[in-house]
Every structure is written in structure tokens, then in C-alpha cells.
């Protein structure tokens, strides 16, 4: 009896309850969030890995709670898809990104493409297709300036109705792009019947790539299968000369990082798009 009671306790120890209070806390805040404004979007630079300049954007969204303070999407983005918050605030995200680039191109900046992360929840909305036109007439873009950035979690529980909702989107001119590739699930087989555009090469390869000779390997050969695959690469967290005289020698299209330009509010890119060489 004494053993028993000994190891009891210890299926809810302190540190899980601390955990979901503080989940619980978020959920309660982020339904509120949007009514109270507390969403803004960064924009961080994708630049053309040959030419050095600005191709894109890539929208990450930040929070500012008044009592909670800047909470990182890592920490929220996960408590939102949970709790249902994810399709508004996804909803919000795609909105206030191309209305974003609308201003950028009516003030005669030549951004080619704004790239947005969706959330799996999101993409299996029946409704997405519909809501992402919507969005795009109102705001006068061509499909083809919208990239959205999927992982390969979309395609887990069910791969046939994932390729049919890529197959939709693709149909409508939008471009898709697998985002922190080589960290998920899918195969190799599964990947080549997905209509996608770019590989996003995940920065966990990229970190190390100046003193890892695995990590060149790994990287080298996913370049080299997207171009079999006719698939685009830009390769994320790029922070030193180094690693990117290394993608670039390798044929990566892309590149995006601390080196490259950090994620900013939209009037500090604003100053990026006049200048346009990065790199
Ligand atoms: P992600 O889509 O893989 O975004 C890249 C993350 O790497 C961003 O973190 C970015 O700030 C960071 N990063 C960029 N360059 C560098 C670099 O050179 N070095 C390092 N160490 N980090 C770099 P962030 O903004 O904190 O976002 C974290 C994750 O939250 C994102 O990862 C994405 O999964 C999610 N997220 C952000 N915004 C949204 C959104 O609007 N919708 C959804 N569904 N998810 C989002
Ligand atoms: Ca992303
Ligand atoms: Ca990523
Ligand atoms: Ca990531």
C-alpha cells in the first residue's frame, strides 16, 4: 500500500498542471485577440539566391498580450489549432498579408510573391479554397502571387483527400510550398503527387551546414531531388556568408534568414523594397 501510494502521484506532476493552466490562459486570451486588435504581421525577405534580390515575403504573425506580454507562434499557434482559434485568426493572417502586398504594389514596389503559412486545421477546412479566392478578387491579386506555406503534416491522416485539396488550389494558380521539409512524415512517393511549387529546406539542416559535413550532404542531395522533381528550393535560416556561398554553389533558388533580413513590421520592409539588393 505504501508503494502504491508513493507512485500515485505522480501522474499529474506539477510541471503538466503548470502547463495546461498556461494553455488554459492562452485559449482564454486568444479568443479575444482579434476583437482587440493584439495580431500584427512581420514580414521577413526571400531573396533570389543568384541575383540577391527581393523575390518575396514571408508573413509571421506576432501576438501582444497586455498582461502576457509578446508570446511567441510557437507556443500559441498550437493552443489555437487546438481550440478551433486557428480559422479566424488564419483567416485574419491571409486578409491582412494581401492587403499588405496590394499597398506594396499600388505604391510601384515589384513584389513578386507573399507567402503564408496555413495551418493543417486550416487546410482541411472545406471551405479554404473558397475563402482564399475570395480573398484574392477583393484585394485585386493574381492567384499566382499567393504562396502557401503547407507542412507535410497535412497529408498524415488522410494523403488522397490532401492531394485533392492541393490539386484544387494548384488548379486555381496559387502556389504551394512544403515548408520545413525533411523534419516530417511524408515519403518520397507520397511527395511526388503533390502539386508543389517549392521545397522549404528546414533550418535544422541549415544550422550547421559551415562545420557539418552530414548536414551538406542532406542538403545537397534535397536540392538536387527538387530539381528532378522541377520543384524550386529556398532554404530557411540562413545566417552566415558561409552557408549561403554553399547553397548557392549547390543550385538552391532561395534563401531567407537573419542574413538575409530579418522578420520586420511592414514599414521597416518598406524601406528593404526601395533599396532591393539584399544579399
Ligand atoms: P516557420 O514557418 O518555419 O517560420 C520560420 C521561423 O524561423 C520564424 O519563427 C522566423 O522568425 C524564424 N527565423 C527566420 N530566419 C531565421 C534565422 O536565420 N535563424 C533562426 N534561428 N530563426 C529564423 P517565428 O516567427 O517565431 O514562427 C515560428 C513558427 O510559428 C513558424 O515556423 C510557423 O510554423 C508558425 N507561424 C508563424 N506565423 C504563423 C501564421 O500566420 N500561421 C500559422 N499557421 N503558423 C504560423
Ligand atoms: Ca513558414
Ligand atoms: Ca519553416
Ligand atoms: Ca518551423
Redesign the pocket.
Known amino acids: 500500500a505504501k508503494l502504491v501510494g508513493r507512485n500515485t502521484y505522480s501522474f499529474f506532476t506539477p510541471e503538466m498542471r503548470a502547463q495546461s493552466v498556461r494553455a488554459l490562459q492562452l485559449e482564454n486570451a486568444l479568443r479575444r485577440a482579434l476583437e482587440r486588435d493584439q495580431f500584427t504581421?512581420?514580414y521577413?525577405p526571400q531573396v533570389c539566391i543568384t541575383t540577391g534580390q527581393l523575390t518575396g515575403v514571408?508573413?509571421?504573425?506576432r501576438w501582444q498580450h497586455p498582461e502576457l506580454g509578446q508570446v511567441?507562434?510557437?507556443e500559441f499557434?498550437p493552443v489555437a489549432e487546438d481550440c478551433g482559434q486557428?480559422l479566424p485568426i488564419?483567416e485574419w493572417?491571409l486578409r491582412q498579408a494581401l492587403v499588405q502586398l496590394r499597398v506594396w504594389r499600388n505604391q510601384g514596389f515589384a513584389l513578386k510573391t507573399m507567402a503564408?503559412?496555413?495551418?493543417a486545421v486550416?487546410f482541411r477546412q472545406p471551405q479554404l479554397p473558397e475563402i482564399i479566392k475570395r480573398t484574392l478578387a477583393e484585394t485585386g491579386l493574381e492567384p499566382g502571387c499567393l504562396e502557401l506555406?503547407l507542412?507535410e503534416g497535412v497529408a498524415m491522416d488522410d494523403p488522397r483527400a490532401a492531394i485533392a485539396t492541393m490539386d484544387q488550389l494548384h488548379a486555381c494558380g496559387i502556389r504551394l510550398s512544403m515548408?520545413?521539409f525533411g523534419t516530417g512524415y511524408s515519403s518520397l512517393s507520397q511527395l511526388k503527387r503533390f502539386p508543389i511549387y517549392k521545397l522549404k529546406i528546414d533550418?535544422s539542416f541549415v544550422r550547421d551546414l559551415d562545420d557539418d559535413a552530414n548536414d551538406r550532404a542532406i542538403v545537397s542531395a534535397i536540392i538536387r531531388m527538387a530539381q528532378a522533381l522541377g520543384m524550386q528550393t529556398i532554404a530557411?535560416?540562413?545566417?552566415t556568408i558561409g552557408q549561403l556561398a554553399f547553397l548557392r554553389e549547390q543550385g538552391c533558388t532561395e534563401a531567407?534568414?537573419?542574413?538575409c533580413g530579418?522578420?520586420q513590421p511592414a514599414a521597416q520592409l518598406q524601406a528593404l523594397l526601395a533599396a532591393q539588393l539584399l544579399c
Open positions: 504581421l512581420h521577413q514571408e508573413a509571421l504573425l511567441s507562434p510557437a499557434i486557428i488564419g493572417v503564408v503559412n496555413l495551418s486550416q506555406e507542412t515548408d520545413d533550418q530557411e535560416g540562413v545566417e531567407q534568414g537573419y542574413h530579418r522578420p
